[in-house]
């Protein structure tokens, strides 16, 4: 495991975490899902201004974003049908980087077109931050930004490749992030190019 640089403690990347032919299997898995659980358009709360990634989850919980509000619930937003299964190996995943926390609920697939980006935010709609947020990357290389538990204090901004794994634990596990950019052409993993994030997160308290 490497520390590239931690804002706060307990941020984690783990460069290259998956080889390419783990990530060819875990993004035919994921077509599966996405036929199961197509991407749905997510708008901003109250505006509802569309946001610039599509969204879809796996898992018991799925969280998503309508005019009234960011919530988690059991059900696809369109189709209204239970979210499919998280893969065995982000399970896996989980059980490496997060051994002593209760399972993930949710896992958030984002999809960015090279145009997509998303604002500073803090991940914070859960009910307990006891377990690390941990995040995988696919696809085409990624400008991500970390800063502190407050909004505007000192940021840092590293590259996320395809494969690279996140751990948001400790003190990050509040940490404002985002996405600045999508390096555009970085990776030939999607055949129509763009990235997909995958976030898994445990939603309740066990
Ligand atoms: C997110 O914070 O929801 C996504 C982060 C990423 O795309 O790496
Ligand atoms: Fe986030």
């Given amino acids: ?19 390419s032919a783990e990530q060819e299997s875990l993004v035919a898995q994921l077509r599966e899902i996405l036929i199961k ?6 708008v901003m709360p109250r505006t509802g201004k569309p946001f610039s990634v599509r969204m ?3 898992g018991p919980l799925g969280w ?24 065995d190996v982000l ?9 002593t926390s209760p399972l993930p609920e949710a896992c958030l697939i984002n999809f960015y077109e090279p145009t997509a980006k998303m604002g500073m935010h803090q991940d914070r709609d859960e009910e307990t931050f006891d377990a690390p947020v941990v995040s995988v990357s696919l696809g085409d290389t990624a400008t991500f930004r970390i800063g502190s ?10 590259r996320l490749a395809s494969g690279d794994v996140v751990v948001m634990g400790g003190e990050s596990r509040l940490a404002y992030h985002g996405i600045d950019r999508i390096l555009k052409g970085t990776s030939t993993l999607l ?3 763009g990235r997909i994030n995958l976030t898994l997160r445990r939603v309740t308290r066990p």
Wanted: hydrophobic share 30%.
């Fill in 1 to 19: 495991m490497t520390d590239k640089g931690s804002p706060s403690s307990g941020f984690k990347i783990l460069p290259g975490h998956f080889p």
């Fill in 91 to 99: 399970l896996d995943l989980w059980h490496q980087v997060a051994p």
């Fill in 37 to 42: 659980a197509p991407l749905f358009q997510p």
């Fill in 191 to 193: 055949k129509n190019g």
């Fill in 56 to 58: 879809s989850n796996c």
């Fill in 149 to 158: 538990t407050t909004r505007g204090g000192k940021t840092s901004s590293m």
């Fill in 64 to 87: 998503v974003s309508d005019v009234t509000g960011y919530r988690y619930q059991a059900t696809h937003p369109v189709t209204g049908a239970p979210w499919p299964e998280i893969p």
